[in-house]
């Protein structure tokens, strides 16, 4: 393994860790006109990027392994473990990525991950991934593609398990290419329930002719993770997003999320919640552009927060930018802590104030929860949320 500070490196010292041709030439000139992320990068304002990349680390590089069948996807630190049978799964060395992403860690992702794990879904299907990482104090980068064809329906559920490994710093992402007609969605669940590793994953999706992309996220307990995510919709593509957001002690989580509308008559549907404790910091930055050739969207997008206390801290950016006339659109956001008359009114009927709390909050995240058509996953997800909270009256 290769000592890495990044933080120390310029454009060309970086580049020199690809061995890939085509994805060093698109890198190179992506990464010329945004510059290295740095305190003063826009969407990292509330992020200290700086001090993860600060970190002095050994670069870990996947190495491909023979791996088993399963019902699962599995990838142990970035290579594949198992996969089930029907799936169309392949090592890439190099793959076409965006050329306008907004991200830097996007392309210093993909410059330093040796290979891309790809797959192809030609046919309806739910599939399970799961990330777990073991290695401490490295940097481990790797990056997965999935194409869905024509008219496929496609589910992913997403999971991440550590060793409570200590130091690392995780850069990964998924590359997603929805074709016509087809439908995607990608339920993400990621509990750190103590300070373990750190992750910095940006995300592509390009939602073609009448497809739909779905995420539902749901990010809870501790740690520093950011989710970078874009994504292109063209011509009648929708997006749906929901997010939902727990977190305590010093954790920090940050969604940021880029939804260009490029052709006509695309609609997107955006929500978030986030419950915020201790001294725990959350950012919601959200843009919905419509371009020029976006006549006909319909765009929409809201967050409400709660603060659980006075020293949580909740940045919430809703925005739109929009350079036509005919659309439809909105955008909110409101933070504030319980509505005591809400707890006063339980109150009444005999309910402890503690148990109060926990219903108004319960009842506050449920309404994303609820989004989850699998009712086995649906109660999983709702005991972690469960579980985390009642944590905090245990302390």
Known sequence: MRELVLSKMDLNSILSLSTKDKTKATAAVALSHLGLPSKKTEHYRYFDITQLLSKNLNLYQPVAQKAAQDEKLIIEDGAIASFPLDLKIDIKDEIDVDKEHFDQIYYINHIITPNVITIEIDKDMELEVVHKFSKDSVILPYRLEIIVRNGAKVTLYEDFEDENIKESLIFYGWDISLEKDSYFELVRVQDELEKSYSMVASHF????????????????????????????LLKDAKCNAKHLV?????????????????????????????????????????????????????????????????????????????????????????????????????????ISEEDAKKMIVLGFMREIIEEVKDEEKKDDIMKRFEEIYNRDFIE
């Open 205 to 232: 999706v390009k939602a073609d002719e009448s497809s739909e992309f779905s995420i539902k996220s749901f990010d809870i307990g501790e740690g520093k993770i950011c989710h970078n995510l874009k994504v292109d």
């Open 246 to 350: 727990y977190t305590d002690k010093e954790a920090v989580r940050a969604n940021v999320i880029k939804i260009n509308h490029k052709g006509k008559n695309a609609k997107t549907q955006q929500n978030a919640r986030h419950v915020l404790k201790d001294k725990s910091r959350a950012i919601f930055d959200a843009l919905i552009k419509v371009e020029h050739s976006g006549i006909g969207a319909s765009a929409h997008q809201n967050n409400k927060s709660i603060l659980l206390n006075d020293k949580a801290y909740m940045i919430s950016k809703p925005q739109l930018e929009i350079y036509i006339d005919e659309l439809e659109a909105s955008h909110g956001s409101t933070t504030g802590q319980i509505d005591p008359e809400e707890i006063f009114y339980l109150r009444t009927r005999g």
